[in-house]
């Protein structure tokens, strides 16, 4: 058992600084920062997780939607609760940026990764816990049609993440993530596939375009994904199969 917290404003700004920290390359008391009360408050003892691994985005998604849904009804806005979110990056920190068992460092990204703006809609959903839990949470009655944007490991989201999570347009509807889903995952590997990543003809960049030009003329909530998938261009043949 263990407890769920959430850092408040003095904590989010502590939180900055132990990440300015850790990119210098100085030692920083993590837990420290996660139990200290002068910076944290209580939303939840004795809850039953532990801090593990995740096998990609999806998985994650699924292992806080479990967690926090029997919350919910007493934080109904978890989704949008930056100190939360900040605090479980956070207290996940030594798996996401794990030590080098050299020098003891740690590689750090930018702060958006593990400190959430949930209104700002060109970082919100680079969030590493965040991100996938809000998708999952929008699409929880069929998550599989998600799996594209959810497929990459956790500390390592991709281009397709970039391109289409940032979408408000493509994120929300299920069938447009549906296309991206049938265009980019390997059904079998559940792993994306080999060119996926890229910036030419047929890549996320590229499917952001066109599906935002579908829009202006069809019913895309009305489609499906195979024929939204049937009107698309040559360049996304190598894709469809």
């Known amino acids: 058992m263990a407890e769920i917290r959430r850092f408040n404003e003095p ?20 837990d420290a920062l996660l139990e200290n009360e002068e910076y944290t408050t209580l939303v939840a003892e004795s809850v039953e997780y532990e801090v593990i691994d995740f096998e990609d985005r999806m998985h994650a998604a699924q292992f806080f939607f ?16 930056a100190g939360l979110w900040s605090w479980l990056t956070f207290k996940w920190l030594p798996v996401l940026a794990p030590e080098d068992p050299t020098t003891g460092a740690r590689t750090v990204r930018s702060t958006a990764y593990y400190i959430l703006n949930p209104h700002d809609y060109k970082t919100y ?21 998600a799996y594209g944007v959810l497929a990459t490991p956790v500390n390592s989201p991709g281009e397709v993440v970039e391109q289409i999570a940032s979408n408000q347009e493509i994120v929300s509807n299920s069938t447009l993530l549906g296309v991206v889903t049938r265009l980019y995952l390997d059904g079998k590997t559940k792993k994306l596939k080999r060119g996926s990543g890229g910036s030419k003809g047929g890549s996320p960049r590229r499917l952001a375009a066109v599906l935002a030009q579908f829009d202006l003329t069809w019913d895309t909530y009305a489609m ?18």
């Open 66 to 81: 479990d967690l926090l849904t029997p919350l919910t009804e007493e934080h109904p806005d978890l989704e949008l609760d």
């Open 125 to 145: 959903y680079r969030h590493y816990f965040s991100g996938p839990y809000r998708i999952y949470k929008a699409h929880q009655e069929h998550p599989e049609e």
């Open 11 to 30: 904590g989010l700004a502590a939180a900055r600084e132990l990440l300015d920290s850790l990119r210098k390359g100085k030692a920083a008391d993590i």
């Open 224 to 241: 499906t994904p195979d024929e939204i998938i049937n009107l698309l261009p040559q360049e996304f043949a190598k894709f469809k199969s």
